[in-house]
């Protein structure tokens, strides 16, 4: 992480083409094991019907960047040029970039590892009851059949496994269909109203969806219930498209894209079911929440010719795409949910037939 936020100030120096390229290039090499890393953390920390909400808090670091992160660079753009030599939009990588730095390095001290690991904010009963907790929530997932010796194997046998590769293609088609986050300024700028106004407009939405996120994930652990919740989410995406096609009109223009934003939540809960349905063995669990971002990562390689400059002021036709690739993302969702309740469905069979309790479940 202050790898990262190291080369991104340095982009701020940057005098050529392809010193950014090269910076940027790096910069997404180091930050590619961040997300499914804190994703698989959250995992070793908390229990099955405890991540959705954790996750939410997590992520929902994304919703308050997209928010302050916009107010941050109006502020910079309109207050900073020409600072000790330096144009302002130089100053907003350096900006961030040290500001990351800062945070990588106290994560060091501060973060530990498993609830196993030493940690200075953690009394040895604290330690001992998390370590307990994560016992039972093991126990919990039944028998992790023969031990594998993990590594190249595990990853050999989650290539192999079909869910990997549909779970990876709904999280691609949904990561897609919510693509409009990369382009939201764009989107507020279709209003008619100045860079820095635009950039101050970004901030509403993002903080709603934030309280969204996690008023949804709370929801969904509580329930024990996935499916469901990353329908209501995509919902929410398909009547923000639908509003923003219907009309320029400022105002429904813009309460549209505080609709939108609510569905950032799906990836939230999408992303929790994955944790969830690989949980029987922490080393696949960690290889399938790396190989299943990776795969659906490839659909950020699409979403700048989902929202083409000249589709816009509109982008009708760039709406149209997210609401099929959202439709889709519930339908493959919708067959990976049938084929978890035949599996608990068998489960209950065969544990009538021997007169055993109840086991393990899936979460739907």
Known sequence: MSLWGALTALIGLSTKYSQVLCSRFLVGFLEATFFPGAIYLISRWYKREELGYRTAFFTAGIGISNAFGSL????????MEGSLGYAAW???FFIEGFLTVFVGICGMF???????????????AEHSLAEKRMEED????GPAGPKSPGGFSDLLSLTADWRAWWLGVALGCGNASTSFNAFFPTLVATMGYSPTI????CAPPWI????TAITVARHSDAKRERFWHVVFALSMLITG????????NTAVRYISLFVMTQAQVANVVLLTWISNTFARSSSKRAIAIGFIITVSSSAHILSPYIWLSTWGPTYTKSFLVCIMLACTC???CWVFRRHLERLNEAAEVEERKMNLPKGYRYLL
Do not use: E
């Open 72 to 79: 941050l660079a109006s502020g910079i753009l309109a207050t």
């Open 90 to 92: 130089r100053w907003l």
């Open 110 to 124: 501060i973060l530990p590892d498993f609830p196993s690991s030493p940690a200075r904010w953690l009394t040895p």
């Open 138 to 141: 093991s126990r919990s997932c």
């Open 198 to 201: 635009s950039l101050l407009l």
């Open 208 to 211: 709603m969806s934030t309280i």
């Open 241 to 248: 498209y639908a509003l923003a096609m219907s009309t320029m």
């Open 330 to 332: 519930i339908s493959l």
